[in-house]
């Protein structure tokens, strides 16, 4: 496949890097001020320009969008509301019947109906497991099962509270020094304020329901439609209570076609979901399954690039 990656970040990076050990060539790469393009590009050349300017190219974004390529790969920020630039640049490469694979969870998450009436009326197709635990095949999961079959998600699902939340129990320390530990370690962001509050989360936790509510001909959601509470504002002692019942605290996600609630809650200390440091894990239950259980690494530059290019090896050739 030909891919046009958007969005330069860990995860765009990664794919342009690691395209061709998956047999795919990179036409052409846009950071937020442009884009370069070859055929193929040379990857090397164009990050080494970033990473000396901090330009990636010179060329307009209109240009690749509308350059030869089989599938647009959309890795820019996230962004909330109208989602956009993402959302434009996968309407742009449906309405040209190419492939579209996210990395970006705004379109998928804010504007999923949107984004839906764009795949109908193309000839392309969308895939985006990477927005939802990284490596974790969990999109693909509930899909193969047969979304109608799923009844509940389950799951933490973002790596930064977690690993907060496993400090402050280990070592019984605030939350301000181990999120400043977070940060010298590169686990958290300079602004962690999605991580911490719940809004990362709930995003990919609103990608879930809306796959299951779908598939049983309901509207889709969106942020403003989550039950959301962050871990900002959770004391050392609610932990160390816990600990003293063989319990702890982990940030969970819970889906379904009902809705998405996000929040602190009470896990066994030594159950499934009680994954420490950076690690996420999705509960799929499921009626004639019963309940099934992915964990692994929840982000990363390599790790989410994983799941992008599985999906593009997923999608039919053009």
């Not at 816990?242 to 319990?247: F, P, V």
Request: aromatic share 2%.
């Amino acid at each position: 496949m030909r891919l046009a990656v958007m969005g330069v970040g860990a995860v765009g990076r990664a794919v342009a890097e690691l395209a061709g050990q998956y047999g795919h060539d990179v036409i052409g790469l846009a950071d937020s001020t442009g884009a370069a393009m070859g055929d193929p590009l040379d990857i090397e050349e164009a990050l080494a320009r970033k990473q000396e300017t901090g330009v990636v190219g010179e060329r307009p974004h209109e240009e690749l969008l509308a350059a030869d390529y089989d599938v647009l790969v959309e890795a820019t920020p996230t962004t909330l509301g109208d989602a956009e630039p993402g959302f434009s640049n996968a309407a742009a490469a449906l309405s040209r019947d190419r492939h579209v694979v996210l990395a970006n969870k705004g379109p998928v998450a804010e504007r999923y109906a949107d984004l839906r009436a764009a795949v109908e009326e193309s000839a392309g197709e969308l895939r985006f497991e990477a927005t939802v635990g990284g490596a974790i095949p969990a999109v693909r999961t509930v899909e193969d099962l047969g979304p109608e079959r799923v009844d509940r998600v389950r799951g933490v699902l973002n790596g930064t509270a977690n690993f907060v939340l496993t400090r402050m129990a280990a070592e019984g320390l605030g939350y301000d020094h181990v999120l400043a530990e977070a940060q010298e370690l590169g686990v958290a962001e300079a602004d962690p304020s999605f991580d911490v509050d719940g809004t990362d989360a709930a995003l990919k936790g609103v990608i879930v329901a809306n796959v299951l509510r779908e598939a049983r001909g309901e509207e889709a959601l969106s942020l403003a439609d989550a039950d959301v509470t962050g871990i900002d504002e959770l004391p050392t002692s609610a932990l160390s209570l816990a600990g003293e019942d063989g319990r702890t605290v982990r940030l969970i996600v819970d889906a379904s076609a009902s809705g998405v609630r996000v929040g602190p809650r009470l896990v066994p200390e030594n159950g499934t979901l009680a994954v420490t440091g950076t690690q996420n894990i999705v509960q799929i239950e499921t009626g004639h399954a019963g309940r099934l259980n992915l964990s692994g690494r929840g982000a990363g530059g390599a790790e989410t690039a994983s799941a992008v290019l599985a999906d593009v090896g997923r999608l039919p050739p053009r």
